[in-house]
């Protein structure tokens, strides 16, 4: 039986459906308590940087609301917190030429802006791999768009229209790009910390071991053995039903909000060195529990917060941007059967959803 449901219920987000800075700002806005890294069944609180690398954020469904998780999606600018767009990376200190085609020089930048184009996996190989296909289908592609715009298709209404599509998505990636550049700053990141940190709950944690089995009677076996003398180490490599069990049983530290209620209250109300004197039954099975350690969690250091600090500072710098916009114009919006509608349902008309309480 699989241990990492035993954390408390959460909503699970897959980082490729949502811009990166939506994801970081979902995490620092639950970081006190709710915020889990996939380490053994879901907790590795002072690090959720290492649960974004696994592809998945995590979050208590009370903590996010579906229009907010929409509204930041629509505004995803992915191209300035992402790779993969042309304002992604700045240029590189020397721009070396790497093709010259009919006169006109291809460059090292053209070939980077290529390459953001490709999979995210392909990306991740080395340059020396790639370049030489890069280079050539660098040098088609100029080849056929000359050769495009020698029969006229660049004056097709529809092609201009598009190309006026992928200028205006450009411009909007420097507007975002610029507008971060001048409002998330050193000072402006350490205050918001700050800010953070003083509302942060002093919260106790707990560092236990678990034996998880299906059966109670199993668990009460168990507990005979271990009231006996039997090493709780051994027995949970021997007996427990999940991952940690291969490490004695070692959940590592956490907090009670981090947990499911029953495993919670059971830990937290043992003595250091004690043992649950009764199996403790979850939906996943039935614990024995070994509380090792209580100690009050550590806040975490600005170091630690810098990265979900800064997106979370430039996704609201781009909500409230975008709503100035938007106030200063005239716009009307209108459904798939030509009736108008406004920019926000009914409920939240005239409020950007992150702005709600």
């Not at 592809?55 to 600018?77: H, L, N, Q, R």
């Given at each position: 039986m699989a241990e990492r449901p035993v954390a408390k219920t959460v909503l699970i987000l897959n980082v490729a459906a949502l811009p990166l800075y939506m994801v970081k700002t979902l995490s620092t806005k639950g970081l006190q308590s709710q915020v889990l890294a996939v380490k053994d069944f879901g907790r590795d609180r002072k690090s959720p940087d290492k649960l974004?690398?696994?592809?998945?954020?995590?979050?208590?469904?009370?903590?996010?609301?579906?229009?907010?998780?929409?509204?930041?999606?629509?505004?995803?600018?992915?191209?300035?917190?992402?790779?993969?767009?042309?304002?992604?990376?700045?240029?590189?200190?020397?721009?070396?030429?790497?093709?010259?085609?009919d006169g006109e020089e291809l460059r090292q930048s053209d070939l980077e802006m290529m390459m953001r184009e490709l999979p995210p996996a392909v990306r991740m190989m080395p340059m020396d791999r790639l370049y030489d296909q890069l280079v050539r289908r660098l040098v088609d592609r100029r080849l056929m768009a000359k050769a495009a715009t020698d029969l006229k298709l660049d004056q097709s209404e529809k092609l201009q229209r598009y190309v006026s599509f992928l200028k205006e998505g450009a411009l909007q990636e420097a507007m975002v790009r610029d507008l971060i550049e001048k409002q998330v700053t050193e000072e402006s990141l350490k205050k918001q910390y700050e800010k953070l940190v003083a509302g942060m709950p002093a919260q106790e944690e707990a560092h236990a071991r678990h034996i998880l089995v299906e059966k109670e009677e199993e668990a009460k076996d168990l507990i005979?053995?271990?009231?006996?003398?039997?090493?709780?180490?051994?027995?949970?490599?021997?007996?427990?039903?999940?991952?940690?069990?291969?490490?004695?049983?070692?959940?590592?530290?956490?907090?009670?909000?981090?947990?499911?209620?029953?495993?919670?209250?059971?830990?937290?109300?043992?003595?250091?060195?004690?043992?649950?004197?009764?199996?403790?039954?979850?939906?996943?099975?039935?614990?024995?529990?070994?509380?090792?350690?209580?100690?009050?969690?550590?806040k975490p250091s600005y170091e630690q917060m810098a990265v979900e600090l800064e997106s979370d500072a430039a996704s609201k710098a781009i909500t409230e941007m975008a709503r100035d916009l938007r106030e200063k114009s005239e716009i009307k919006l209108f459904d798939l059967e030509g009736k108008e509608m406004p920019f926000y349902p009914k409920e939240e008309a005239g409020t950007p959803p992150e702005t709600k309480k």
């Open positions: 974004f690398l696994k592809g998945y954020c995590s979050m208590p469904f009370s903590k996010i609301s579906t229009s907010s998780v929409a509204f930041a999606a629509f505004f995803t600018m992915s191209a300035v917190l992402l790779p993969g767009s042309a304002f992604a990376a700045e240029e590189p200190a020397k721009d070396a030429i790497i093709a010259v085609v005979q053995k271990l009231e006996k003398g039997a090493d709780f180490i051994e027995l949970a490599k021997e007996h427990s039903t999940g991952p940690s069990g291969e490490n004695g049983g070692d959940l590592g530290y956490f907090t009670a909000d981090q947990m499911v209620p029953e495993f919670s209250e059971a830990t937290f109300a043992l003595e250091k060195g004690a043992i649950s004197k009764a199996p403790v039954k979850t939906q996943f099975g039935w614990h024995i529990i070994k509380l090792e350690d209580k100690r009050k969690a550590e």
